[in-house]
């Protein structure tokens, strides 16, 4: 077995865009420059906005993150992003989720200017995504692609099983892995809610693709010898051990699957920070359209 290491990767990956930034800035030209909207207190949103934020600082990007307290309207959300979209400075806006409930995700992600979404979740991303056009890709399944690519995975006619079918993770993982490009070129399987047979499926998989947000729901019985298994999941499990009382697991049960798996990413260190040096990467490409 052999780890699918995404904080290596992601090193890699940053330390790449610190050198490039540093040119830029050699050369007096723009810096990349990211907002981040963080709407409320919730727990898990602040931990990924702040190493998102953290990111910015280690590659030499600007960041800016704005707080809206949780009775927000979302007028004032929508008017903010108008601001961000009209100002020539900002290159990636990303507004995290979820959202309380009086405020639409959907009214959201669609007042980003598709120019400057780097998190890829407005309709054109998606739809010129599917198409195989130049974009930004949703920072999780492009992650992951960035993830096989630093280990020179073969994904090439490989049948690859992605359980889970969101818009930010299971569906875009989908058509990138089905996609004519390298990593890509799998034959895809999409399981879901009401997918009836997922462990015969999982068993044929030569990549597994878990994103549920179920605690070890890929067990040993339905991996094949030999599988690559990318676990999205992240789920908080309450641990009494820990300071802040919670362990974080993955979608699979990693200790009795890695034993038959060619690659697997851990949780936490795998798919996580590469969703984060994906997220650089987009601001980087967007900031370099207009230098
Ligand atoms: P989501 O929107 O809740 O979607 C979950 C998907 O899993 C849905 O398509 C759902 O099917 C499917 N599903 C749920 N229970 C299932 C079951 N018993 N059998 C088969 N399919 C089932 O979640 P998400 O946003 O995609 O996130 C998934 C997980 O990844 C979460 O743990 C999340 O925290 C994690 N995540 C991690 C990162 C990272 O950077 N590492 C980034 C994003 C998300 P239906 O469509 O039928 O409901």
């Known amino acids: 077995m052999n780890l699918l290491d995404g904080k290596i990767a992601a090193q890699a990956i940053k330390h790449e865009l610190k050198i490039e930034v540093a040119q830029l800035s050699t050369e007096g030209k723009k810096i990349p420059h990211l907002v981040a909207i963080l709407v409320g207190n919730d727990g898990a949103s602040e931990t990924y906005v702040a190493a998102k934020v953290k990111a910015c600082e280690e590659v030499g990007f600007k960041s800016t993150l704005i707080r809206f307290n949780e009775q927000e309207g979302e007028f004032h959300l929508l008017n903010k992003i108008q601001e961000l979209n009209n100002d020539p400075d900002v290159d990636g806006i990303l507004v995290q989720l ?3 409930k ?6 959201v992600i669609n007042a980003i200017d598709p120019d400057k979404d780097v998190d890829g979740f407005h309709p054109i991303s998606i739809g010129r995504m599917v198409q195989g056009l130049p974009t930004f890709v949703s920072a999780t399944p492009y992650g992951i692609m960035l993830l ?15 359980v889970g079918r969101s818009n930010i993770v299971g569906r875009p993982m989908s058509i990138l892995l089905s996609n004519n490009t390298d990593p890509g070129n799998c034959t895809v399987t999409v399981c879901h809610s009401k997918t009836k047979n997922i462990k015969e499926l999982c068993l044929q998989a030569d990549i597994i693709v878990a994103a549920i947000g179920k605690s070890e729901f890929i067990t040993a019985d339905m991996v094949k010898e030999g599988a690559i298994v990318i676990d999205v999941g992240i ?10 009382g919670f362990k974080l697991k993955g979608d699979v049960a990693f200790e009795t699957v890695a ?3 060619s690659w697997i990413t851990p949780v936490p260190g795998g798919v996580g920070p590469m969703t984060i040096a994906a997220l650089m990467m ?5 900031c370099m359209q207009k230098n």
């Open 98 to 100: 979820p959202l309380p």
């Open 102 to 107: 009086q405020i639409s995700d959907e009214q």
């Open 148 to 162: 096989l690519k630093h280990y020179n995975i073969e994904t090439k006619g490989k049948h690859a099983v992605v």
């Open 235 to 244: 789920t908080r499990v309450p641990d009494s051990t820990k300071k802040n």
């Open 259 to 261: 034993p038959k798996c």
């Open 282 to 286: 987009n601001t980087f490409h967007s």
